[in-house]
Nanobody, 122 residues
Framework: QVQLVESGGGLVQGGGSLRLSCAAS????????MGWFRQAPGKEREFVSA????????YYADSVKGRFTISRDNAKNTVYLQMNSLKPEDTAVYHC???????????????WGQGTQVTVSS
């Protein structure tokens, strides 16, 4: 099992920035990739970004490409999501995820965090 704890959400004005963190614990040695998904009220959960744990290869949804940057710190078992130029439509609960399946693009869905709220005002 892998446990994931997110932090860093909050309220920000449009055009602002936030950085989310996700700390992993447990059987992290089996993790192939980690990433972020988000779910806005009344909408389905959608993929945001993912990174492979070993090589650091990254993948982004078109809606965030050029604005968000995912990174990881292997020593701290932590993945980050730097979000710049935030828009009201980025408002959602952001969930960290981890996965052991080897695929491309990476789409980790085996373990989930509780989520952190991001609210962007106009």
């Amino acid at each position: 099992q892998v446990q994931l704890v997110e932090s860093g959400g909050g309220l920000v004005q449009g055009g602002g920035s936030l950085r989310l963190s996700c700390a992993a614990s447990g059987r992290t040695s089996s993790t192939y990739a980690m990433g972020w998904f988000r779910q806005a009220p009344g909408k389905e959960r959608e993929f945001v970004s993912a990174i492979t744990w070993g090589g650091g290869a990254t993948y982004y949804a078109d809606s965030v490409k050029g604005r968000f940057t995912i990174s990881r710190d292997n020593a701290k078992n932590t993945v980050y999501l730097q979000m710049n130029s935030l828009k009201p439509e980025d408002t959602a609960v952001y969930h960290c995820a981890a996965g052991w399946k080897v695929n491309w693009p990476p789409y980790p869905t085996d373990y989930w965090g509780q989520g952190t709220q991001v609210t962007v005002s106009s």
